[in-house]
Structure formats: C-alpha cells, structure tokens
C-alpha cells in the first residue's frame, strides 16, 4: 500500500511497509544497526486456505553451514529466530533458470541450497489480530563464531507499533497514532511515523496512512 517510508538517524536506519496482496496483509519492519538486522513482521493475516510462511533465506549452502533449533549459520551470516516456528532446508535442489524468465537457459541445475522460513499459524492468521515474527541477521565473519542470541529488545510487534532497542538505539515505528512507554523513556505519536533516539539525537518521519484502520 502506500504506508511506507524509511529513516536513517542516530546511526541506524529503519524501513517499513504495509504488504496487501490478494487477501494477505502484513506489516513488516526492517531495523539497520551497525552489525545486525532485526526484521519485525505483525498483523499477517488471509483469507486464503494454503499454508502461510515467511521466507528468510533462500541462498546457496556455504561452507561452515550449522543448524540448531531456531538458529542458523550460513558462509559468513548467522541468522537467529527470536519468535516464530522456524524451519531450515540445507541440500541439493534442482531447477531451470527459463521457469523463472523464457530468455534464460532452460538447462537443468543441480546446487546445494540452504533455505530458512517460518512457517505462520493457521489460527492466528485466520484471527483479527493475526501472527507475528521477529528474527535477526548478522551479515559479519563474527557473527559464525556467536551461538547467543543477539543483544537486543523487541520492544514492541503489533499492528499499531513495532520498535526495538540495540545499543542505546531506540527505534519505533508507529502504523497508527499512540504512544510506548518504555519506563524513563516514553514515544507518543499523533500520525504514523517513524521515530529514531539515541540519547540527545532525535528523529522522526511521517508515514502515509495504513490502509486500514487500526483493529
């Protein structure tokens, strides 16, 4: 929809959007900080029978590759869920490059592919509210040799605001007008926006109007 926007500040960026496709719907939010990507999703909801999922990765299968539970490590990327049923696939597929464009060689190729996903409730999608995710990326050679989860707050996931907390950073976006009060710190938001904080730096981006009203 038009609800989009992004804002680089107090040395983070975030991006969001408001996904409507057919009778799927989401909001999804990306926050940058210097060594790690948390991706927020909220409010995914269908219409539609098939089973729901959101992709992750989809990559070729690099050395180093390790697998447990909710966690990842790919090459030189570690990606780690923090809510969501995952699910990973490290193995050999096989396609065509012509099914994706006509132009393209229609030869058959053979690579080992790492994939990651999670898979969305069916009730909860079905639900007005819908489901949610949270994972991060670390996108560093650090990052393989790290088997914790990563130092930071999801402070919020919901239709109305997602924000999180790494470093001192403080990053909210908010879908629809209203506050997050954080304790010693305290957002408040009359119009969608994004807002960024870190100690005396402070930013703040208006956002378009989601396309729908808040449930």
């Avoid at 959007?17 to 999804?28: G, I, Q, T, V």
């Avoid at 409010?43 to 070729?60: D, H």
């Avoid at 949610?132 to 930071?152: D, G, Q």
């Avoid at 001192?168 to 976006?173: E, P, R, Y």
Wanted: aromatic share 8%; glycine share 8%.
């Amino acid at each position: 929809t038009s609800h989009v926007g992004g804002l680089a500040a107090c040395g983070a960026m975030a991006a969001t959007m408001e996904l409507e496709r057919d009778s799927l719907h989401a909001f999804k939010s990306m926050f940058f900080f210097d060594d790690m990507v948390v991706n927020l999703g909220a409010g995914i909801r269908t219409a539609g029978t098939r089973p729901l999922a959101t992709a992750i990765e989809q990559n070729y299968l690099q050395a180093g590759f390790r697998h447990k539970g909710k966690t990842a490590f790919n090459g030189n990327t570690a990606y780690f869920v923090l809510d969501g049923d995952a699910a990973v696939s490290a193995g050999a597929q096989s396609g065509r490059w012509n099914r994706m464009e006509p132009s393209l060689p229609d030869t058959l190729v053979r690579r080992d592919i790492f994939k990651m996903w999670i898979k969305h409730d069916g009730a909860k999608v079905h639900s007005a509210e819908g489901d949610s995710y949270a994972y991060v990326v670390l996108p560093c050679s650090k990052a393989c040799r790290i088997a914790r989860k990563p130092a930071v707050d999801i402070l919020c996931n919901t239709s109305a605001c997602q924000a999180v907390r790494h470093k001192g950073v403080t990053i909210a976006v908010f879908h629809h007008a209203g506050s997050l009060d954080l304790g010693r710190q305290k957002f408040s938001a009359d119009s969608p926006c994004i807002i960024i904080r870190k100690g005396s730096c402070v930013s703040r981006i208006c956002l378009p109007a989601p396309a729908h009203p808040e449930p």
